[in-house]
């Protein structure tokens, strides 16, 4: 991952950081990385993520994925960190499977319905991802599933891949009906397990390269230095943080990528559950070059200025000719791609963003394969954790979701939590029809 800041520079755009607090910002850079190879060398909790290149075994998840290496579909069952990533990589890289991927990461009872009745269940795999065992989600919609195939009469037990930690429900389970099942790596949180079998399962199944995914994240490992001057992920890491400091409270991320919509949603939680804390944290907001140039640019260069835009930009594409046509004022078009088309709109929005004074950030990859995309996610991990040294939060927690979970299970009888209380509690002031 290359990244250009320039943009985001004071002399270009407002909110905008001067190349001096960038250089002042260098320092504290410079002991959050020390901070951050210690928790790496430790294997902390959190930072412990940052070793997944060197630690995820290929092999193994291969061996667990090889009953139902030939599916047809598979259906991954898992929500937040248990699902983004798998959906990322497999997103991305769909144009090379012939495997259908599903993700049910939502309890809406008439989607889960449609999702399962548009599948061949008996050519369909099961792949159930819960780091805790206990999202009640996860569980909810692995019952469903069961239940489906079972009424299809198709022996899920023979088409299940559970990922989950050492012990819990899911773990029981697991064991109880002898599933091939891998483990959620200690110390690494949901949303920092894309590199592992919680993402990289569905990958496997889809026959994706994974040793070239945790080739590209070991490269951009290598990159991690003292200075956001010399490591992209740190620069990119360090230029949100001074935006947001400035006034940026809102990062929208566009990648120029249809494939790579879904690494906008992998990357909102990623920032909004690790920096989101202590009253800090900068608001991600998701956005597709070139749609959204129809949609929401107008706000991103003429609303407020809380904004930042980074934009994630493939350099490389397979391409398709625009056919000539005769209409005059069309023929501009029959003399470029596709391609070329996007790459112009892309730099137009770019440069009219700049022009009208608002920060930027270009975040380029080669193009959309393995290597670029364990690159690309493992310097946006790594931006993040920068940001949460630069911040002072506890990036790796997430204490605030527990609530809302805790009233639901309440609600849902699983148990007294207070916090189920507070719902008959709510403060109302209704206007009807
Ligand atoms: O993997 P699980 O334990 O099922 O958790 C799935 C997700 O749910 C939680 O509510 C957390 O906020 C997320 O960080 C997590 O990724």
Redesign the pocket.
Known sequence: MNVDIGNALASVASPGVSRESLERLDEQVADAHERIERGMENAEHGYEALNLPQRTDPDEIRTAVEPVADAEALITV?????ALGAATITNALADESDTETVFLDNVDPEWVTRRLESLPLEETAINV???????AE?LANFLVVRDAFESAGVDWTERTIVTTGESGPLRNLADRHDLPSLKVPDGV???FSALSAVGMVAAAVCDHDLEALLEGAAAERETLTGSLFECPAYAYGATTYALDARGAGINAVMPYAESLETQAEWFA?LWA?SLGKDDLGQTPARALGVTDQHSQLQLYRAGPRDKLVSFVVPQERSDRSIPDTDVEELAYLGDSTLGELLEAEFEATEASLAAAGRPNVRLEIDRVDEYELGGLLYGMEAACVLAGELYGVNTFE?PA?EWA?KATRGLLGGGDFEEAEAVAEKTELRVER
């Open positions: 898992g929500i937040g960190g248990s991802v819960s780091r805790s065992g206990t999202t996860t949180p949901g949303r939680q559950e997430q979701v979970k």
